[in-house]
């Protein structure tokens, strides 16, 4: 006899049918919570960050998205929003936040500056702040306007509510974070 012949599969129960019953799975009920109270923590050094506050005003408003609780600690932030020139000298002391912050955390790289080095090949700034930690979405631009911060936050919730559960937990992520000499707690 095969497997399929022993497994029988139960319609649903006749308390969750009707209106007003949403049935799901665990994992897409998480993903939805979490896309939707994203706190950013917003590491600003230069021009950038002027756009980022002009995304989180009145016009742009990034509540839409129950992203208005901004976080200067990394013990309550998810969102790691890297915006401006990263000096070489400066890379320790980001580092030292994303390390900080609470798994499941995400990072975001606005702008040139932050995904590449931009304008600035020089030896003193870095050439992109994933030689030193994962990004998840980079933003173009010089500086990228409030519309393409929302495109990439909007990119970053549609990976935060498809994200396993287990994925934190994966050999994979392990090893990505093994990557970067991070050590896992
Ligand atoms: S990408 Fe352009 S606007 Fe943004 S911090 Fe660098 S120089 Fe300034």
Redesign the pocket.
Known sequence: MSTKDTITLDGIPQQAQGQGFFLTSLDELVGMGRKNSLWPLPFA?????I?FMATMASHYDLAQFGSERMSFSPRQADMLMV???IAKKMGPILRQVYTQMAEPKWVIA?????TSG???DSYSVLQGIDKILPVDVYVP????RPEQILEGIDKLRELVHNEPLRRRNSPEYQQLLKSYGIDIK
């Open positions: 050094t230069s021009c950038c960050g756009e915006m401006g020139t606005v702008g040139a500056c932050a931009g304008i600035f631009g010089c500086p990228p």
